[in-house]
C-alpha cells in the first residue's frame, strides 16, 4: 500500500462546478499537507497548506484535514477551465528536514 | 520573487557520462531536495540535505550522489549515466520545519 494515495482520475467538471479532489495517507508521524497543483510540462505549485483538522479556506480553495480518517482533501468552487491542471497532494513527515511524500496525483479538466 | 533555479531545463547525455545537475536557491533556504518524475511512478525523492555539507539518501539514490557546499546551492550527480535515469528532474527548497516546498523549472534529462 502507498504512503499517500488520491483518487486515479482523471476528473472532469463543467465550468463553475466544485471539483473535489480526496488523497489517504498511511498512519505515521506526520505533521502537515499540501496541495500543488502542476500544469502539463510545468514544475508543482504550492497552492495549499494544513496543518490541523479543520477547514482551511484561500480563495476558491478549501482543504480540509481530518487526522482521525488520515485523509485530507481539496475543493475547488466555481471551477474554471484555468483549473484544469494534475493536483498532487503531499505528506510532509516529521518536522525540521522532514521529506515529503507524494501522491500520484488527479488530473482535473474543466470544461468550459 | 522567490526562486529555484535549474540550471538546464533540457540536456542530452550519452550513457556512462558523468552528469551534474544544478540548483540555487535565493531564499536563504535550510532544506533543499532532489526529486524525480516519471509518468505513472509520480514524484520520489533522491537526496535531500538540511544543513550545509549535510545530506541524506531518499528513496531512490541508486546511481546518484549530491553536493551541498553552500547553503544555497545543491547538485545532484549522476556518477554514470544509464538510459533508465531518462527522466524529469526537480530540484525544491523550503525552509526549516513543516512547511511546503518551492519547486525549480525542472531538468528534463535525456540519456541516449
Known amino acids: 500500500q502507498k504512503e499517500v494515495e488520491q483518487n486515479s482520475g482523471p476528473l472532469s467538471v463543467p465550468e463553475g462546478a466544485i471539483a473535489s479532489l480526496n488523497c489517504t495517507y498511511s498512519d505515521r508521524v506526520s505533521q502537515s499537507f499540501f496541495w500543488y497543483r502542476q500544469y502539463s510540462g510545468k514544475s508543482p505549485e504550492l497552492i495549499m497548506s494544513?496543518?490541523?483538522?479543520g477547514d482551511k479556506e484561500d480563495g476558491r480553495f478549501t482543504a480540509q484535514l481530518n487526522k482521525a480518517s488520515q485523509y485530507v482533501s481539496l475543493l475547488i468552487r466555481d471551477s474554471q477551465p484555468s483549473d484544469s491542471a494534475t493536483y498532487l497532494c503531499a505528506v510532509r513527515w516529521g518536522t525540521n528536514a522532514g521529506k515529503s511524500t507524494f501522491g500520484d496525483g488527479t488530473t482535473l479538466t474543466v470544461k468550459p | 520573487d522567490v526562486k529555484v533555479t535549474q540550471s538546464s531545463r533540457y540536456l542530452v547525455k550519452r550513457t556512462g557520462e558523468k552528469v551534474f545537475l544544478e540548483c540555487v536557491q535565493d531564499?536563504?533556504?535550510?532544506?533543499m531536495f532532489w526529486y524525480r518524475q516519471d509518468p505513472g511512478l509520480g514524484l520520489r525523492l533522491i537526496y535531500f540535505s538540511y544543513d550545509v555539507k549535510m545530506k541524506e539518501k531518499g528513496d531512490i539514490p541508486e546511481g546518484y550522489s549530491v553536493s551541498r557546499e553552500k547553503k544555497e546551492r545543491f547538485s545532484l550527480i549522476l556518477e554514470s549515466a544509464s538510459t533508465n535515469q531518462t527522466s524529469m528532474y526537480l530540484c525544491?527548497?523550503?525552509?526549516?520545519?513543516?512547511?511546503?516546498?518551492?519547486f525549480g523549472s525542472g531538468t528534463r534529462l535525456t540519456v541516449v
Open positions: 494544513i496543518y490541523s483538522n
Open positions: 525544491a527548497s523550503s525552509t526549516a520545519g513543516a512547511y511546503g516546498y518551492t
Open positions: 531564499m536563504d533556504h535550510e532544506n
